[in-house]
């Protein structure tokens, strides 16, 4: 009962006409983003943080925009996996299989908006879902003392690689690297300089955003450079909808499907290390195995677009639970959320709920919002989202390049910040090549002192004593679920990284035939 | 190979960082651990992950060719540029010329990627300045 008055009161601070516009802006962005192959969720959100930023909107109306954007990015994923075979973001890679197949057959439009009630179904689940869960986890997180911090902030980055991660070696140096990056700038705890060599702007520590921005938004328009990769997929492409309702009778029997993936996706989305895609890949192989009695998954059946988009869009709420209710968030785009929320100078964690509950349910109000608002975006205007695909990426990824230039240019108004940019423009394309993972030198470069602080915090409590670290059983449980998490991948990561990959390919030589 | 001068990179960023990291002056207030102990083990990480990197290497991935290596320079330099002339000639002069360079070297015909590049320059100064009130770099010419 309390949690529905709490929800109450987050649509009443969400419905005023200013967030819901906000809303609709950033659902309509989202989806854009989301759609365009090569702006995934977490670029999206990245180039749009900055703006939120200098345009001085309050902390629960920027919120609402970019978690519209987030979710919109997520709905958007399926539209080029649709209609070209490509996705349009990671997590869309296994609707592919069956929704190309569909398109090819004459049934683009059914599978567009039956991908975007799945969709919708897996999102608004998960959304209850975060509603019911990130309370209780709360609860436990309020018997957290910096020792145990300093020990979830470890399993975050340990997981962060995922279970499909192929070298854990990379991640550990993209997390190293990123903590490093957060401890330049005067020390919180003594005021001493640390690795500043001295220049003025590195007092304050790089900017996360200026990072973040970098990282994803300029290392994108390199790879784009560098292959010239300047052509429209959607060139050549006859892209023909057909119709555009799904019929009764096909949604009532892809409801089950629905149902079930939703739950998966959304513990996948919880769980640390897991994230959207493998949401999306779990729901898809699981509905296989269970429904898949003709041997029609693969070449177009519905069930096999519904489970992947339920999948992913449950996942992406479920990243949002740890994210709010800890404060570590267990996936890239979260952790681009989590960037906003420190940028508006809201610490996320258990003492957001009690404190700043305006926030929180603001934020959930606003993502049932975002939710109807997108399924009534993505049925009637599906051919408008089908026509941005044939924006070139030759006259897009200048505007992305100009419109991060001048969002943080808005922020500092320094060509310092502009060069620093630059710099995690370029090292993000180098690192993007050699196969290491952006994610965690984000989460690091936002984590860092946090963590650096619950470390010392608990080792002043104790008088310098190092063993207090595993003092707890809450403690030891975490180091352990670090290691397990960490270990884990070595030994399966690779499986099941090829068999993702496998299953893709082998759907593409089916089509190609 | 490729890797394997990764590593070797980190390995010696690692160690840079450690050296930084020791040189640190030390405030006569200081708590248990000091601004000194978190670095250091930060870059032990980073020196181990690195060593693995160097023993198992991955397949390399597939480097640009020179021509396009060429290019990825040319467009940072322009971008390097960009950053500096911003505040002198103002805002949409700067960015229509960067946004033209970017558009044409993506393979756009020359005349088209002027028009673009006004364009995506005027756009965004009436979006983000007009319309949403940001502020922008004024030139000599106020825009």
């Known amino acids: 009962m309390e949690t529905l008055a709490s929800l109450a009161d987050g649509f009443a601070i969400a419905l005023t006409w200013q967030n819901l516009l906000l809303a609709l802006l950033g659902c309509f962005l989202g989806t854009m983003m989301g759609a365009l192959p090569g702006l995934g969720p977490s670029n999206g959100v990245a180039i749009l943080i900055p703006l939120a930023f200098t345009l001085g909107l309050g902390a629960t109306p920027s919120l609402i925009l970019l978690t519209s954007v987030y979710y919109g990015a997520m709905y958007g994923g399926r539209i080029s996996s649709i209609l070209l075979n490509i996705p349009g973001d990671e997590p869309a890679m296994m609707t592919c ?71 854990q070696a990379k991640t550990a140096f993209a997390a190293a690297i990123g903590i490093g990056l957060a401890t330049v700038g005067v020390d919180t705890q003594t005021g001493v300089p640390r690795f500043t060599f001295g220049e003025v702007h590195l007092y304050d520590g790089i900017d996360f955003l200026v990072a973040i921005v970098g990282l994803f938004a300029l290392s994108e328009v390199f790879l784009f450079l560098e292959h010239r990769h300047g052509k429209s997929d959607a060139s050549g492409h006859k892209v023909s909808v057909g119709r555009m309702m799904p019929s009764f009778s096909l949604l009532k029997s892809c409801t089950p499907t629905m149902l079930r993936t939703s739950f998966l996706g959304f513990i996948a989305g919880v769980l640390p290390g897991a994230g959207a895609s493998l949401g999306s890949f779990i729901s898809y192989t699981m509905e296989k195995k269970l429904v898949d009695k003709e041997n029609t998954f693969g070449t177009g059946d519905p069930r096999g677009v519904a489970a992947p988009e339920a999948g992913n869009n449950a996942a992406a709420g479920g990243a949002l639970v740890p994210m709010l209710a800890l404060g570590v968030p267990g996936s890239g785009t979260t952790a681009v959320l989590l960037a906003v929320l420190l940028a508006l100078n809201i610490t996320p964690g258990p003492l957001l709920f009690t404190q700043q509950p305006d926030v929180v349910w603001g934020l959930i109000a606003a993502l049932f919002i975002a939710n109807f608002m997108l399924l009534a975006m993505n049925i009637p205007m599906i051919g408008l989202f089908t026509r941005v695909l044939l924006v070139p990426p030759r ?4 505007i992305v390049a100009m419109v991060s230039f001048v969002g943080i240019y808005g922020i500092s108004g320094s060509s310092f910040d502009l060069l620093v940019m630059i710099g995690f423009g370029v090292a993000g394309w180098i690192l993007r090549k050699l196969d290491v993972p952006l994610v965690p030198i984000i989460l690091g470069t936002l984590l860092g002192n946090a963590m650096e602080n619950n470390l010392r ?57 | 190979m490729s890797d394997r001068i990764f590593g070797v990179v980190g390995l010696l960023l690692a160690l840079g960082y450690a050296w930084a990291a020791l040189v640190i002056e030390e405030s006569f207030l200081s708590d248990a651990v000091g601004p000194k102990a978190f670095p250091l083990i930060i870059a032990t990480v980073l020196g181990l992950s690195s060593l693995v990197i160097i023993i198992k290497p991955d397949k390399a991935p597939e480097w640009p060719s020179f021509m396009r290596f060429m290019e990825v320079g040319a467009a940072i330099v322009v971008m390097i540029l960009y950053a500096i002339y911003l505040p002198e000639i103002g805002f949409v002069i700067a960015t229509a010329l960067a946004a033209t360079y970017l558009t044409w070297r993506l393979g756009t015909r020359p005349l088209s990627s002027v028009v673009s590049g006004c364009l995506t320059s005027v756009g965004i100064y009436a979006v983000f300045h007009l319309v949403l009130g940001l502020s922008l770099a004024k030139g000599p010419l106020g825009f």
């Open chain 1, 97 to 167: 299989l069956d929704g190309y197949p569909m398109a090819k057959n004459g049934r683009a439009g059914e599978a567009l908006s039956l991908s975007g009630v799945a969709s919708f179904v897996g999102a608004f689940l998960a959304t209850w879902g975060l509603i019911l869960l990130a309370p209780q986890l709360v609860k436990i997180a309020l018997l957290f003392g910096p020792a145990e911090y300093f020990a979830l902030f470890t399993l975050a980055f340990a997981t962060l690689g995922g279970v499909a991660s192929t070298n």
């Open chain 1, 395 to 398: 006259i897009l990824m200048p």
């Open chain 1, 457 to 513: 915090r608990a080792i002043t409590i104790s008088n310098g004593d190092w063993w207090t670290l595993v003092d707890s059983p809450l403690s030891i449980t975490l180091w352990a679920l670090a290691a397990i998490g960490f270990v884990l991948p070595i030994i399966f990561g690779r499986v099941l990284k090829t068999r993702m990959r496998h299953m893709a390919k082998d759907e593409e030589g089916a089509v190609i035939d």
